[in-house]
């Protein structure tokens, strides 16, 4: 992985104990986003995913990462961007998303940010998704805090268990 930066920005609120929450920053398609980093295993650079019938829209494929099947996320498209075409100057995020082994795509890393968990705000747009956890402000925009236990929406999520057994099968 390229070096991560020193964290971007610490938020806090007056008179209040900061509770926070430590982030891996990305962008993808000009948006500014980040995964707790709790939940971030390693970033690798992306490739040709292997198609998964049968699994929703947001999955891309799967890839084989080390012996683990790991599957390939349009982020882009989960967060109502065009649908991403995989691009070798890309990378994967490898996560941790629901309990399934994921790899976001992302077009650029950016390093780890600390931010006041507290001092997360909820604007309207695609920050009001049920997969973000709110968003914090920098010095150079807006940031989007993912939820990965929300990322997945229940639908993906038994979809994708039904075509990684049926793979498993094979």
């Known amino acids: 992985m390229n070096s991560l930066r020193e964290p971007s920005a610490t938020l806090s609120r007056p ?3 900061a509770t926070m929450i430590d982030v891996l920053e990305f ?3 000009g948006g500014r986003f ?3 980093l709790d939940c971030v295993r390693r970033a690798v650079m992306s490739a040709q ?3 998964l019938p049968g699994a929703s829209d947001v999955v891309l494929g799967v890839l084989s990462v080390a012996g683990q099947t790991v599957t390939v996320l349009d982020f882009a498209r989960r967060t109502g961007c065009r649908p991403t075409a995989l691009d070798p ?3 994967f995020l490898l996560v941790e998303l629901a309990g399934f082994p994921c ?3 992302t077009d650029r890393i950016l390093g780890i940010g600390r931010h006041d968990a507290g001092a997360r705000q909820w604007p309207g747009g695609a920050a009001s998704a049920a997969f973000v956890d709110g968003a914090v402000q920098l010095d150079d925009g807006l940031c989007l805090v993912i ?3 929300k990322f997945l929406f229940d639908q993906d999520k038994i979809q994708l268990a039904a075509a990684l057994a049926e793979i498993a099968n094979d």
Do not use: I, N
Request: proline content about 19%; overall charge negative.
């Open 147 to 149: 939820d990965p236990d």
């Open 103 to 105: 790899a976001v795509v």
């Open 15 to 17: 008179g209040a104990a």
């Open 89 to 91: 100057a890309q990378h």
């Open 34 to 36: 980040a995964l707790p």
């Open 27 to 29: 962008e993808c398609q």
């Open 49 to 51: 995913p292997t198609p």
